[in-house]
């Protein structure tokens, strides 16, 4: 599995710009790999390579004998010297949902979602002090797309959670449904939220929204056989004041962007169609974008 007793050496949250941090989301699959072997100190490693400050993470709940009732939220938590939460706990029998975070963590809550057809979705709502400013984040995995009932449930209690945030938010949730859908629409609407990247049509599972925030960019890392999706990026900063609009404008250039903002180069630079590799991470999908004023 790797050593837990030794930190990785993450980039610590001391920035030029205090105000702005990357958001991460990924479905780990338990840790293990597509062909069946530990990928622990593999997860920690790509984690720790993106430079996300915040990470919402799915399929985490390895604490059951056929996965060798690892805790897994623990060891990620310990490896790379990060704040950690998970939930809702094994009992409640659902796939898992964790956080982690470079920042601390002030409160959590953890919801079990309406799932009355089909398998148990859990979610995470938390807030974490980022730089002495309190933002909000929901980490949840929604259920199987055959439970139409469970979907549009789980979309509407959702929703009422992101409405009541008054903190600016990022959501960072497995939705189960296409762009544009009934419970996408809902979320967005309901929630009062934004996209990250609304004209990216060629998801499925993974979604970033947000409010309240500034977003700069926008990527999207081939799973390389880690797992059996995709690793999902999102830079943002907290405004200074509520007038301060948001980045509307798109582009694909690095050069016009503050070399801070930029992705890791190790992943690649700008690629135009999906899975790129599968023996390795790099980006995919017309990622990565940035945004401007």
């Known amino acids: 599995i790797g050593r837990a007793d030794e930190r990785l050496e993450y980039q610590k949250p001391l920035k030029e710009e205090p105000r702005e941090f990357t958001a991460m989301i990924w479905t780990i699959h338990f840790c293990y790999d597509n062909k069946g072997w530990p990928s622990f100190e593999r997860a920690a490693q790509l984690i720790n390579n993106t430079g996300a400050d915040v990470v919402g993470l799915l399929e985490t709940d390895a604490s059951r004998p056929f996965l060798h009732s690892h805790d897994l939220t623990m060891w990620l938590e310990e490896r790379l010297g990060m704040y950690a939460d998970f939930g809702p706990a094994t009992k409640k029998h659902t796939w898992g949902a964790a956080l982690l975070s470079k920042y601390p963590i002030i409160k959590s809550e953890h919801h079990l979602l309406p799932s009355p057809e089909g398998e148990l979705a859990p979610a995470i709502s938390a807030t974490v002090n980022i730089s002495g400013h309190l933002t909000d984040f929901v980490i949840v995995h929604m259920g199987n797309d055959g439970d139409d009932l469970d979907r549009k449930l789980q979309a509407e209690a959702l929703a009422n959670i992101l409405a009541n945030f008054e903190n ?71 405004p200074e004041s509520p007038e301060e609009k948001d980045h509307e404008r798109l582009t694909t250039d690095p050069a016009k962007i503050p070399q801070r903002i930029h992705f890791p180069a190790m992943f690649g630079s700008y690629y135009e169609y999906s899975h790129a590799s599968w023996g390795r991470h790099q980006y995919q999908d017309k990622t990565p974008k940035y945004f401007l004023p």
């Not at 060629?202 to 977003?215: A, G, N, S, T, V």
């Open 168 to 238: 600016p938010a990022v959501f960072l949730g497995y939705v189960t449904s296409q762009p544009f859908s009934r419970d996408y629409k809902h979320l967005v609407k309901t929630g009062n939220v934004k996209d990250i990247d609304s004209t990216d049509l060629k998801r499925w599972c993974q979604y970033i929204f947000y409010k309240k925030l500034i977003r700069l960019g926008y990527a999207r890392i081939s799973h390389g056989g880690l797992s059996d999706t995709e690793t999902q990026l999102a830079k943002f900063r907290i």
